[in-house]
């Protein structure tokens, strides 16, 4: 069975400084990993998306994740903060997709505020 | 490209109302759909899963009765909260994904207040 651990409920960085998501998953094969970030009352976008392929990936808005087996960690980054990705972000994998049933596992989510 | 709309954004009913919340894939074809409630500073939970032409799946402790879903072509699943209480009150989202493919696109969110 697939899941997802995020290791933070909260982050807090300052303004311009380097943010760190961190994330592990549990899965019975090479999953697929997925980040989405939520801003308040808004559905979710999706960040970056990690299948299989070259084990950094980048994203939008700066962001990049770095896929790691031996470690079982997506770990989400970004090198300079900015007062817009305030937001809850999302970790989460995929199982093996099968017509007509979910296939995503998600995270319990963190919330990154930015300090002005 | 993989938009997916819903509408409304926000609504507000009296007790004992129900609700139509529209899900729409606007450049693709989804031929499924899925239902999320998401409750304040909580992650998502699934509610059911909605394939086009089929009945929907629901998860464990969804009320089928409750929740309608219908999803009557690839571009369209609905959910309509019968008879709203209360405790219905939360923001529900939509995904959409296409055949044999993992990611899913989600929508804006639908708020509903039942006062």
Known sequence: AQSVTQLDSHVSVSEGTPVLLRCNYSSSYSPSLFWYVQHPNKGLQLLLKYTSAATLVKGINGFEAEF???ETSFHLTKPSAHMSDAAEYFCVVSDLPSAGANNLFFGTGTRLTVIP | GAVVSQHP????????TSV???????DFQATTMFWYRQFPKKSLMLMATSNEGSKATYEQGVEKDKFLINHASLTLSTLTVTS??????????CSARIRDGETQYFGPGTRLLVL
């Open chain 2, 9 to 16: 954004s926000r609504v507000i009913c009296k007790s004992g």
């Open chain 1, 68 to 70: 790691k087996k031996s």
């Open chain 2, 84 to 93: 709203a209480h209360p405790e219905d009150s939360s923001f529900y989202i």
């Open chain 2, 20 to 26: 139509k919340i529209e899900c729409r894939s606007l």
